[in-house]
């Protein structure tokens, strides 16, 4: 194999602890792991690493991982106040992960973000290693659209100057969309240079994320939702995702389809949804509100008919994958998103697996559900298509899994 025996060092600002890093980071190295590649893993774990029985999961992990030739090794991750805590944690991981380059015979670094790759210039800088930038989003457009910082402020204009430094040192970069590189392409630092580039979405374990019949008639019986037309948003609320605008489509939905009932699947903030539905007079007998641990968030999508998302539309968004679209395309459900996302208009107009909304308006929630019911009226063939646009389009095995090796191997045969 190409990548037998080649040592990377991944560092990841998100901790092994957390969802996405269960969900978006490990998967991939146990895969590649498989192939030949001998991981050190530097992550920055969040509080819930230190407290109570964290240290014993922490030590639980890093067991299996090294039963599965991936070296784990975590610093605590800082958040406030927010410059000096991250500038903090650079030079932490910097100072550590110079050990461990050292010690295991690093060759490359994968850095996933900003704050990992700029620890990964640090050693390409004295130790004369290959870096792969995986781009997981804007950070300085992100704080700006976010409302955080002002364009042209101080930390805009720091961010963006090492965003610079780190583009140019980068022997790789990884986007999650195929609309944002024609445009991030001329930026300083990659402009006239010759780059590896691939694009990688957020993918998905198609063997935990799959339509499930019987656990579709099991939780519609455990939900008491019969016949109903079931349409579910699940995630975390605020922040990027339009929970007012969700919360309007649903009201709008309820009153015009007598069969609709809505499932909000959502960690925490209960409440808050509670006090939306209420504010839009919906009968409470006709949405549901529940958090679900991560194991049991397939079956839930499978008991539901259609799958909803509002994100807000920027330009940092351009650069974004939403892992709920092809979360829900795997469990058979069509998607209702609003345009400007990433690549997801695509995945609307030419995959037709679901609704574009537009605009947050009566007559685009009209002519949306209208779509959708027509899309609806073949169940099983849409099932079919949507499922098979997943396994094409976000199959962590064919789609992540097979690029991101090709990008190892690229990268790793490109002359210093």
């Known amino acids: 194999m190409a990548l037998e025996g080649r040592r990377v060092l991944f560092i990841s600002y998100n901790g092994m602890l957390d969802p996405l890093g269960q969900s978006q980071v490990l998967p991939y190295l146990r895969e590649l792991s498989r192939m030949g590649v001998q991981f050190t893993l530097l992550s920055f774990e969040r509080s819930q690493a230190f407290l109570a029985d964290g240290p014993a999961r922490c030590e ?3 067991r299996q991982l090294a039963s599965e030739n991936i070296d784990w090794h975590w610093l605590r991750y ?5 410059l000096p805590a991250t500038v903090f944690d650079v030079m932490a991981g910097i100072r550590y992960a110079r050990q461990l380059v050292k010690r295991n015979g690093i060759e490359m670094v994968h850095a996933r973000g900003h704050i990992p790759a700029t620890i990964g210039r640090a050693l390409k800088k004295k130790f004369r290693l290959k870096l792969i930038f995986d781009v997981r989003g804007l950070m300085a457009d ?6 955080h910082w002002r364009r042209g402020g101080m930390l805009y204009r720091l961010t963006k100057s090492m965003e610079r430094r780190l583009f140019a040192a980068s022997d790789g970069v990884v986007t999650l969309t195929e609309r944002i590189w024609p445009l991030i392409r001329n930026w300083d630092g990659l402009e006239g240079r010759e780059v590896i580039h691939e694009v990688i979405p957020c993918c998905v374990d198609l063997k935990r994320f799959k339509f499930a019949p019987d656990d579709r008639v099991s939780r519609r019986l455990e939900l008491g939702l019969k016949d109903s037309f079931v349409v579910v948003y699940s995630g975390s609320i605020d922040g990027w995702y339009l929970t007012e605008e969700m919360a309007d489509f649903f009201a709008w939905l309820i009153r015009n389809l007598p069969e609709a009932h809505c499932l909000w699947l959502t960690p925490s903030r209960h409440d808050r949804i509670h006090s939306l539905m209420k504010e839009r007079e919906v009968d409470p007998a006709r949405y549901t509100v529940l958090a679900a641990a991560s194991k049991d968030v397939p079956s839930y999508l499978s008991a539901s008919d259609a799958g909803l998302a509002f994100i807000k539309s920027c330009f940092s968004k351009l650069a974004s994958s939403p892992t709920k679209n092809g979360e829900y395309l795997a469990c058979g459900l069509p998607i209702i998103i609003n345009s400007g996302i990433g690549d997801s208009d695509d995945l609307i107009t030419q995959e037709k697996t679901g609704v574009l909304i ?7 929630y009209e002519r949306g559900t209208t779509q959708l019911l027509s899309l609806m009226s073949d169940v099983a063939g849409t099932r079919r298509h949507v499922c098979g646009v997943a396994e094409r389009l976000f199959d ?3 789609v992540g899994l097979t690029r991101y090796a090709g990008l190892y191997e690229a990268v790793l045969a490109k002359p210093n």
Not at 78 to 82: E, G, R, V
Not at 142 to 147: H, I, S, W
Request: hydrophobic share 25%.
């Open 60 to 62: 639980e992990l890093q």
């Open 142 to 147: 992100e704080y700006v659209d976010a409302e």
């Open 358 to 364: 537009k605009e947050f308006t009566v007559e685009e």
């Open 78 to 82: 800082h958040q406030k106040p927010s």
């Open 396 to 398: 962590l095995n064919r």
